[in-house]
């Protein structure tokens, strides 16, 4: 008898350890295989006010020409590879908030913008991870597609689709899930208009609201 509790309090000690560790070491299928080019290719993009380019993390995309199709990257010969029908372009240089892109037999060049209203296909997956306010040490983290903590402990959440801001932007929103957290609702929801590799915009949730980084 004493063997079998003792038996069980290793076993709940394990499990309580191995979630403190999901935690503290959030796991994101995405962004561990992705480079840190590929992560930085991923969103909207526009230049000189045309049509928007969009670089989803499942390697699809809405090229220029307003069709869509999948895409490639050659981190040898940096060629951006699309089968929309927009081609290949050479990718010049790249950070957080530009891409200037050259056309394979040409020397033009195009500057492209990143756009910041802009949701990855694979939001769900991307999400998980801590992110952390730019302006503060805030930080939010989803633990895995199921939990999520503000810092006053776990909930689990859920997300809904769908929503659109006065101006058209679309948003998801993250609350608690409304069935397994009944107490809990508005004060731990998030309107996210932007999500992408590394960076999440929360807007229209109060004293939530900022630019996120995820750090882990």
């Known amino acids: 008898m004493l063997f079998i509790l003792c038996a069980n309090l290793i076993s709940c000690s394990d499990d309580e350890n191995e979630k403190e560790g999901a935690k503290d070491n959030p796991k994101n299928e995405v962004i561990d295989k992705m480079t840190t080019e590929e992560q930085l290719l991923v969103g909207k993009w ?68 990143r756009q910041m209203n802009f949701i990855d296909t694979q939001y769900k997956k991307l999400l998980i991870g801590t992110w952390q306010r730019i ?19 776990d909930f689990y959440y859920e997300i809904k689709t ?33 999500l992408d590799c590394n960076t999440m915009i929360v807007y229209g949730s109060g004293s939530n609201d900022g630019t996120y980084k995820r750090v882990k």
């Open 46 to 113: 526009i230049a000189n006010g045309g049509n928007p380019l969009e670089l989803y993390s499942d390697m699809s995309c809405y090229t220029p020409d307003k069709t869509g199709g999948t895409y490639s990257y050659d981190p040898q010969t940096k060629e951006l590879i699309t089968t929309s029908g927009w081609g290949i372009r050479i990718v010049k240089s790249l950070d957080e908030k530009t891409m200037v892109l050259q056309g394979v037999q040409t020397t033009k060049v195009w500057t492209y913008k």
């Open 135 to 153: 302006d503060d040490s805030r930080e939010i983290t989803f633990i895995n597609s199921d939990t999520y903590d503000f810092g006053m402990g």
């Open 162 to 194: 769908g929503g659109k801001y006065s101006d058209g932007t679309e948003y998801i929103l993250v609350r608690a899930d409304e069935e397994r957290e009944p107490d809990y609702g508005d004060g731990y929801s998030l309107y996210i208009k932007h």
